[in-house]
């Protein structure tokens, strides 16, 4: 299994506007596309679960090579709060009810873009850290809110 | 020099974030923001075996709760997926 890499990351951002799904990258992968410097193994992706987006994730998902078996497909057309899917050109996680975000529209209002990718602010990847509150969590989050300060103040220079 | 009232203002109006990072944050930071977002996400994402976890090629968790009752149940405690 080759890891994620940008042309995969074009690749789902192709095949999920083709379908006019609703997402946003989340966790650390989402993080990484807004700069920080750190190292994971799969993409995250939070999904807005209406029935209509979940089928076209669906379809999305058959375009871009995941082998999803019919019960796989239900299982995702019905919103589970979490899909981990380790049959396709690379690993992805489904996340339909991050801890710590209430609705998807609310982190939906508050995305950021990154050339064109969606991405959960990291006020909304802090708090969906926070409240898994795992080890692993732990250990990433005090760099990663020095990260979402140092984000915070170049953004603002930029502005 | 700065005192009274007007002073602690403007010490919190400076930039309370930028103080607060270690330096060697920072320097990282910076230098992340200087490579393109390709070579950020060649230098990012790894695959790395996980013991378990990539022992199946699909899972489905009705909850969170459920997801992570699973991991702490199945998981080798070193990969960090236990809550604290």
Redesign the interface.
């Known amino acids: 299994m080759a890891a994620f890499d940008y042309r995969q990351a074009q690749e789902v951002g192709e095949a999920l506007a083709r379908h006019a799904v609703r997402y946003l990258f989340i966790g650390k992968s989402g993080a990484i596309l807004l700069g920080f410097p750190d190292t994971t193994q799969d993409a995250d992706l939070f999904v807005d679960r209406s029935k209509e987006n979940c089928r076209a994730l669906v379809d999305a998902l058959r375009d871009l090579g995941f082998a999803l078996t019919g019960d796989q497909s239900q299982d995702i057309e019905r919103g589970k709060d979490f899909v981990q899917l380790k049959n396709g050109p690379f690993d992805l996680d489904l996340v339909f009810a991050p801890d710590g975000i209430e609705r998807f529209e609310d982190a939906w209002q508050r995305r950021v873009d990154v050339e064109g990718f969606p991405v959960c602010h990291p006020d909304d990847i802090i708090a969906s850290k926070e409240a898994a509150n795992r080890q692993k969590d732990r250990e990433t989050l005090p760099r990663l809110r020095a990260f979402r300060d140092y984000w915070l103040r170049t953004r603002q220079s930029t502005r | 020099m700065l005192n009274g009232a007007t002073g602690l203002s403007i010490y919190f109006m400076i930039?309370r974030?930028?103080s607060?990072?270690?330096a060697e944050?920072?320097a990282?930071?910076e230098?992340?923001?200087r490579r393109p977002?390709?070579t950020?996400?060649?230098?990012?994402?790894?695959?790395?075996y996980?013991p378990i976890m990539?022992d199946?090629?699909?899972?489905?968790?009705?909850?969170?709760e459920?997801?992570?009752q699973w991991?702490e149940k199945n998981l080798p405690?070193w990969?960090?997926?236990?809550?604290?």
């Open positions: 930039d974030h930028q607060e990072i270690p944050w920072l990282e930071f230098a992340a923001a977002l390709a950020r996400l060649r230098y990012a994402f790894i695959h790395t996980k990539d199946a090629t699909y899972r489905a968790f009705d909850t969170m459920e997801y992570r991991c405690s990969l960090g997926y236990g809550r604290v």
